[in-house]
């Protein structure tokens, strides 16, 4: 049923303003259709072309150079999803609520939804039919407790069926998920060389920083082009068995990135949205074997034990019934791992590891050997309890440095020189001591702060980690800066308060973890 | 703390593009300021100016006509929320979620939130620090069964504190409300004039129908102006006693009219916040006494004696607390009250009943005078139970009519004469027997689609109402239209389906109300 009217016809045109993953219509104040049907700015309408519909929010104009009282204004988006030509005839009307708002209304009222409940709200949503506050009314009805697991996996179908799937005809597709919330912690930079140099599928995207001083496409861009055309990127990963590329496709999944366009400024998540956002992507990657980091510490993402306990149950819930083989290892996550915080100082720690320098930060070679050593015993001819050797190997006699090369080589190397940024000064210990506690995201800020992501030689250089002693007036790490406003951010952030406590050993936190 | 750098000058322009509440700031896509700072359409931005600030969301533009590289291009609102000079230059930021948001989050994790989270929350969405998805999240989160009754008190403080608040300089200043629902129903325009006559202070101000086909500021408007100045609405309310004027102003309980602007197209609601929406204007309109009407029935916003009950009680304690003179009566709502629907004809069922019309539609009229004589016993001089009495002396004097003339002609009497449309079409009755139903939402649609409240003419006219007889074929009400589509849209709902449900006196719905 359609309870409003049809207006008469309008010439559509298109206006240069991009709203992202809103649709806008422009209207203008004396147009007919504006004043009979009683319509209000941001309300939202149907603009129908044919067969053809799409709906948008409606934006009122006072300015003829912008549209005329005869015209609808569409921004980019809608008006290359309506696929209409300058001038073509349109009509509109005031848009029915999506239909599976009533879904929502259920969901928010403390219903349990059914999986053809969940596929209503991601085909609607991903049609744009879905306001950013119904949306944000979806999420928040989502959030916290309100999915059970047999709901959880409902979203994860429902947002894997959202968008294209790729099949990459192999047996074996491995992926390495982090949930993130460590500064540095490049962790894949390494294991996608040795799982490749080993011959594992491994056609790994990544994403870049939105909260964090950097992800791992924004410090791969350090090397190599991440943008990489689907054709491009399945070329390279069937001849060298692995890339390192950017997944910032709105192909895969698509209500995922639609809904962290919502939560991400929201800055609410969930156990269940988390699980069923990083096990759709993955899916729709083509993933059939995946290797989960959970970090765990007290200025982690994930605060206790048992909370990393129960994500890592959901996700193995869910993970089975897609049959997706997947294992989740929680490690420790009280304090950021390797040296450097920031695109340029975190690939100089992962090239210092292929490169089997001596100055190569301990904990990240050790993390990284672990990681790739479980996700090379997904391979049924390794044995049980062999990967570690075998990563161990691949990285120390340099074919994990070749790998990485022929990777940049086929991506494209980056030919800007990154440096550390020009500015720089040392924050250091004000008494001596013992490292006791380095927090995760007052360091993340000073990195942000200077620059980081986007000056790539912006960020931090840590000197000391946990248990290591210091004297006072020793330097704990050193803050770069490309500009002068970043590091005056950065140095007026630090003024108070360095992030570390100096203590005595006996206070180090304690952490019972896979590694 | 700032965590964003701030950007060199831009050159402020207003672009006329209205945006309803929402402030929106146009950046080129070639700015030097969009490309450096990694901003994304959809970010949200903090504009500077001198010691003003606001926020606004990003919109990305490609085109120099809007906005050059140099420029940054601000919507009406935000335009003027800023008070800038065309040319000022301006600087840029990202904006940080506002503070409240943490409440939020924590009202979404289950936690009771006191009188000062509730504070800031409406301070900052007044200050247009709220995007509609922050809106959204805060609505759903507080939604259903998310708010105690002390939680619902403490919430209308704080959007009564978000405004101005008028003072009459009486002891007795009376209001009344329906919480809506009912086609038909126009008891503010009988009880006004009644009120007014008896020399009892009564400013009452109306809504516009947002989902109904008449509000009362839509029907008053056939006879007169609604829309009043503040001075010219005290003016008259000091000495004629009452008036029926338009209430959308935003000096009021602003933050009520941002919330409903979010929750009206997202279609939920709760008991919580109908009360804080409801108590917070009618306090910050100088209310001391008020009357609730809730109409209870199958087809009405309230479908159940307990949710009734439920809402008098939360009405009564946010009341009590704030020293509200605070009567609930719960009445009849199986069936519209009189005969017209729509703007046109429930002036005209109006008008009959304050010129003692023998054609007077019964059912507005007793209702009318019932709860006037409610509100005339909040007079200490007037003695319980004889409110009903005077009110209908009143009535049938014309004492009340000639109030109603006075007032018409203080607001501006309308000049244009309305008559129903002239197309028009009967719905007749399929069988023989006693109406046993009349659907309220059903006749609601009907009297929409055929172009109320946009059309003034517009509506239904009813025949029958519950418990009468009808022999098959005899029409059950007649609905007028202005132009044909409108026509179209009605005459094709009422194809399957009458609204009307025609059988046994036994099937009458019974129900147990004041009135």
Not at 34 to 57: H, N, W
Not at 125 to 139: D, G, N, P, Q, T
Not at 397 to 419: C, T
Request: negative net charge; proline residues 4%.
């Amino acid at each position: 049923m359609n309870s409003n009217f049809i207006s008469s016809r309008l010439k559509v045109c298109r206006l240069a303003i991009d709203t992202y993953r809103e649709n806008v219509a422009y209207l203008h104040r004396d147009c007919l259709v504006y004043r009979a049907e009683g319509f209000q700015a941001l309300a939202k309408i149907t603009v129908f072309m044919d067969g053809q519909q799409i709906q948008a929010v409606l934006n009122v104009v006072d300015d003829e150079a912008i549209v005329g009282p005869g015209q609808l204004g569409l921004s980019e988006q809608a008006f290359s999803q309506l696929g209409a030509a300058e001038g073509e005839e349109v009509r509109v009307a005031q848009a029915e609520p999506p239909s599976s708002m009533d879904a929502v209304r259920r969901k928010i009222e403390g219903e349990r939804l059914e999986l053809s409940d969940y596929r209503e709200i991601t085909q609607d949503i991903v049609s744009s039919r879905y306001s950013k506050m119904e949306m944000a009314a979806f999420l928040v009805a989502t959030g916290q407790n309100g999915l059970d697991r047999d709901e959880v996996l409902s979203l994860t179908i429902a947002m894997l069926e959202s968008g294209e799937r790729i099949n990459w005809n192999e047996p074996l597709v491995s992926d390495k998920h982090c949930i993130g919330g460590i500064p540095g912690n490049r962790t894949s930079m390494l294991l996608v060389p040795i799982v490749a140099a080993h011959g594992m599928l491994i056609p790994k995207t990544s994403s870049r920083a939105i909260t964090s001083p950097a992800g791992t496409a924004d410090t791969m861009e350090v090397l190599a082009n991440i943008e990489l055309e689907p054709e491009r990127m399945e070329k390279l990963v069937r001849t060298e068995r692995g890339c390192l590329a950017w997944g910032g496709t709105t192909r895969l999944a698509p209500v995922d990135d639609m809904l962290i366009s919502v939560e991400r400024p929201l800055g609410i998540d969930s156990q269940g949205q988390m699980v069923a956002s990083i096990l759709s992507k993955k899916l729709a990657a083509g993933a059939t074997h995946l290797l989960l980091d959970i970090p765990v510490g007290a200025t982690a993402k994930v605060r206790h034990m048992r909370d990393a306990m129960r994500l890592r149950k959901l996700f193995e819930y869910v993970g089975d019934r897609l049959n997706l083989h997947l294992e989740a290892v929680i490690t420790d996550g009280r304090q950021p791992i390797g040296n450097g915080v920031g695109p340029v100082l975190e690939t100089r720690d992962v090239m210092q590891i292929l490169q089997n320098s001596p100055n190569a930060p301990v904990d990240l070679r050790e993390k990284s050997l672990r990681l790739a050593g479980r996700v090379l015993e997904f391979d049924p001819d390794v044995r049980g309890g062999q990967g570690y050797a075998i990563a161990r190997e691949i990285l120390d006699s340099g074919r994990a440095l070749a790998k990485m090369n022929r990777i940049i080589e086929e991506q494209g190397r980056q030919l800007e020189e990154y440096e550390p940024g020009k500015l720089s000064f040392e924050v250091r210990a004000k008494e001596k001591g013992v490292v006791v506690n380095i927090d995760n995201y007052f360091l993340a800020q000073v990195a942000r702060l200077a620059g980081a992501p986007i000056f790539k030689g912006a960020g931090v250089d840590l000197y000391r980690k946990l248990g290591e002693s210091v004297l006072k007036g020793e330097p704990l790490y050193r803050v770069y800066a490309e500009h002068q406003s970043n590091y005056d951010f950065a140095y007026e952030f630090v003024g108070t308060n360095s992030g570390y406590v100096i203590g005595d050993k006996m206070d180090i936190p304690s952490v019972f973890v896979d590694f």
